[in-house]
């Protein structure tokens, strides 16, 4: 496809956030959006590499609010945008094993609770009988979402991007945005290994390189890249399809059903940030012997893959909604490890801001770029 030489909006980044905006953008009608992806296909950043985990468990009111909006866009997805996505219900379940975690879980049920979401708490005694096939004597809380689940990422990219094709923008893939040009104050252009494109508006979604792109505009953006890995094993009979994504909370460790095995990753605390994306061989040795622990008929499992992708991580764990210093040029990044499940409501959020210049489907003013400076923080907990 020619690199238009103009457009309306021009979207940086081809992950869920870029392909949901540009879909949203399109129904709206605006015509003339065209989306930039520095690889050679969308979805193969942050996006490709998660872990595909939707849950409504969070600590913050307005992380749970982002869920509740944007879950349901992902139970529907195939009614309103034609692209089976597997949402799969398997529950998550949560595992304190210290009293500080529990205290905070009793909070977060609370809270969840208040806002409609049925987590249920459980004590250490109800996770050890629901997880027969774990070793967790030292769980003294856990809780439990029967509605959580997994959903296709590349599924999710893939129908975003060819529904918005179908509604007029124009997608392009092996375009890197090398600057941006702005002339008093405004954005005047875009520059690309395609070419440049005149344009007065930009969006952000470069994930974890939205930091870089912020440069290119002059502009301060606080999310830095940290490495994040997980492997798979190979079939294992005695996991039930129903197995729910068990997370130990304290060590970040994680398990969940992937084809007829397990999908297993681990936080990396001493990870430094950098834009390193192979699997540190290493920490994943550690990861397998906390998860051998955890679960000692991994003893006898073997490895079918392995990736390493980066979290986009922002001081306060909360993503950046909206504009910033520089007119025209707006963020939707820094989800920091959650952002697929929110990738959905995120490009309908940003779709109102650009055109309606306020945010209706939910309030998330309050995750505006202004607030590092200002001291604003609010700090989610259950990051994994
Ligand atoms: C290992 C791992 C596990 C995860 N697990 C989960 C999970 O279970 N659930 C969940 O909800 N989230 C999870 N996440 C987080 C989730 O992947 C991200 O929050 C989300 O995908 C971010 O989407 P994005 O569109 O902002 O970024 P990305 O998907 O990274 O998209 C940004 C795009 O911008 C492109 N780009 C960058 N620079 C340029 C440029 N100069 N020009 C053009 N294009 C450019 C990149 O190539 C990339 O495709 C996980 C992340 C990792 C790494």
Redesign the pocket.
């Known amino acids: 496809m020619d690199t238009p030489k103009t457009a309306d909006i021009v979207i ?7 392909a949901s905006a540009a879909y949203h953008l399109a129904k709206r009608g605006i015509k003339n959006v065209v989306l ?4 050679e296909f ?13 849950r409504y468990q969070f600590s913050t009111e307005i992380n749970v609010r982002l869920s509740i909006e944007s879950l349901p866009m992902l139970e529907c997805f195939k009614e309103e945008i034609g692209q089976e996505v597997n949402y799969r219900k398997c529950g998550y379940l949560l595992v304190a094993t210290n009293e500080t975690d529990a205290e905070a879980f009793r909070h977060n049920v609370a809270l969840q609770n208040r806002l409609g979401v049925e987590t249920e708490l459980l004590s250490g005694g109800a996770v050890r009988a629901r997880l027969p096939l774990m070793r967790f004597e030292d769980a003294i809380a856990g809780t439990w979402n029967p509605k959580d689940g997994l959903v296709d ?1 590349n599924s999710v990219v893939a129908g975003y991007v060819s529904a918005a094709q179908k509604l007029g923008v124009k997608a392009l893939t092996n ?4 600057g941006i040009r702005t002339r008093g104050g405004e954005i005047e252009a875009v520059e ?1 290994t395609q070419g440049a494109i005149e344009t007065r508006t930009v969006l952000n ?6 930091g ?2 912020g440069t290119l505009a002059g502009v301060q953006i606080p999310i830095v890249p940290v490495r ?3 492997f798979t094993t190979n079939a294992l009979k005695e996991i039930p399809e129903d197995f729910p994504f068990v997370i130990d909370f304290a060590q970040s460790l994680y398990f969940h059903r992937e084809a007829e095995g397990l999908l297993i ?1 681990m936080s990396n605390q001493e990870e430094k940030p950098g834009f390193e994306q192979n699997v540190d061989e290493e920490f994943e040795f550690l990861n397998l012997e906390a998860a051998i622990e955890r679960m000692p008929l991994l003893e006898r499992a073997s490895r079918a893959s392995h ?6 991580v922002t001081p306060d764990a909360h993503p950046i909604f909206g504009g910033s210093p520089l007119k025209g040029f707006s963020i ?2 820094g ?9 959905p409501v995120a490009g309908k959020l940003m779709t109102e801001y650009i055109l309606d210049g306020k945010f209706s489907t939910l309030d998330v003013s309050t995750l505006d770029l202004a607030r590092f400076e200002e001291g604003r923080l609010i700090k989610e907990y259950n990051v994994v």
């Open positions: 940086i980044g081809g992950g869920v956030m870029g930039l992806e520095k690889e969308f979805g193969t950043g942050a996006t490709g590499r998660c872990a595909g985990g939707v990422p375009a890197q945005v090398t690309s979604t470069a994930g974890p390189w939205a870089l792109i994040r890995q997980w990753g990736w390493a992708g980066l979290y986009e939707c990044a989800f920091s490890g959650h952002g697929f499940m929110h990738g």
